[in-house]
């Protein structure tokens, strides 16, 4: 199990002494982190270190990852499947998701087992024919994951670390892997705040020994990351908590969470964190753009239009898929959806909406066809 390695790692690192017979380390049971890749190949460069995947439904291991150092991506993959296993990336009605996609992991072959003993809702749930193979049956795993380009899987977390924030559906445990290939971030974890009158908020926690910048975090996030999965809070930890069998414990971390939002000491989005900024000296909009903008805002938020400013960030506000539908429409479709996704902040939009004007008036006038 990987916090055992860690704790194995440990003593080496303080009592550092020669393991000669040692060829090979098998880890399984949890998600094993890139920093702890990079401390063994630190300390045991010519020991391989295999990350093993499987639940107990499919006899145990199912995918394996053979290691000889820190793959360039960062990134630890399960591997691909062993022999006389078949592994699927589904969506929510079992249809094959595109490479890089996120879904759920469907384990097919020999090594799924017949059910739940003296349990047969449950296995009818879990435990489902495979369409491809008349006779054989898929396992539901309730892990989610994506498949690599390399063609190996790469492990995302469990069911319940999907959630839906500002209309759309998250897996926590891709922000957690982006978050662990910062150098410096030895572990993360994305937790999900829901105060009273006041929109789910992501609030991400990070562990190592040296405290990183919100805005270096940030950065680094939102260069492979969509806006509305960039927490808009970070707090760090020297180390994070566990539970008695040394997984992370995110019900504390939530209950965190929860007690500083409640506190006043988490930013979270939605108009309540709105009305505080605009207090701290809000920049108002400027331009013809930027106010009738922010007026499309104003009714598709329920926000008051005064105390929405130039330099805010729609999602940030509370901002909503159907939301953006609604800005959308009442920009009479000058700008998309899509567009608000990618220019969240309000005076980037009104810019983006500019150049588009400046070009149309540019384009030469269409003549008119001859009779």
Not at 273 to 290: N, Q, V, W
């Amino acid at each position: 199990v990987p916090s055992y390695l860690d704790a194995v790692l440990t003593l080496l690192e303080r009592r550092p002494r020669e393991l000669p017979a040692l060829r090979c380390v098998s880890v399984t049971g949890e998600a094993l982190k890139p920093d702890l890749v990079r401390r063994w190949f630190a300390a045991r460069p010519g020991v391989t270190l295999v990350n093993a995947y499987g639940l107990t439904e499919t006899c145990d291991d199912t995918h394996h990852a053979v290691l000889e150092r820190l793959p360039d991506s960062g990134r630890v993959p399960l591997g691909r499947p062993v022999q006389n296993v078949r592994a699927h990336i589904v969506d929510e009605h079992l249809s094959p998701v595109p490479l890089g996609a996120p879904g759920e992991i469907v384990v097919g072959g020999v090594c799924v087992g017949r059910g739940y003993v003296g349990d047969p809702e449950r296995t009818r749930a879990s435990f489902l024919p495979d369409p491809h193979h008349p006779g054989e049956r898929l396992y539901r795993s309730g892990d989610f994951g994506r498949w690599l380009p390399d063609g190996t899987m790469e492990f995302l977390g469990r069911r319940d670390s999907q959630v839906k924030i500002r209309g759309f559906r998250i897996e926590t445990g891709e922000i957690e892997n982006t978050l662990l290939r910062i150098p410096g971030v030895h572990d993360a974890a994305v937790v999900v705040t829901r105060a009273p009158g006041r929109p789910a908020a992501l609030v991400a926690f990070c562990a190592g020994p040296h405290p990183l910048a919100d805005s270096l975090l940030h950065e680094r996030l939102a260069a492979s990351l969509p806006p509305y999965m960039v927490p808009p809070s970070f707090r760090w930890r020297r180390h994070l908590p566990l539970t008695a069998n040394g997984k992370t414990d995110r019900n504390a971390l939530r209950a965190e969470a929860a007690a500083d939002t409640a506190a006043g000491n988490t930013p979270v989005g939605g108009a309540a964190a709105g009305h505080a900024a605009a207090e701290d000296g809000r920049r108002p909009p400027r331009t013809p753009t930027e106010l009738r903008i922010a007026a499309a805002w104003s009714t598709a938020l329920g926000v008051p239009r005064d105390g929405i400013g130039r330099h805010d960030d729609f999602f940030d506000r509370g901002g909503t898929s159907l939301a953006a539908v609604k800005v959308a429409i009442a920009l009479d479709r000058a700008i998309s959806p899509k567009d608000l996704t990618r220019c969240p902040v309000l005076a980037d939009l009104a810019a983006l909406l500019d150049l588009r004007r400046a070009e149309a008036g540019s384009r030469p006038a269409e003549r008119p066809a001859h009779a």
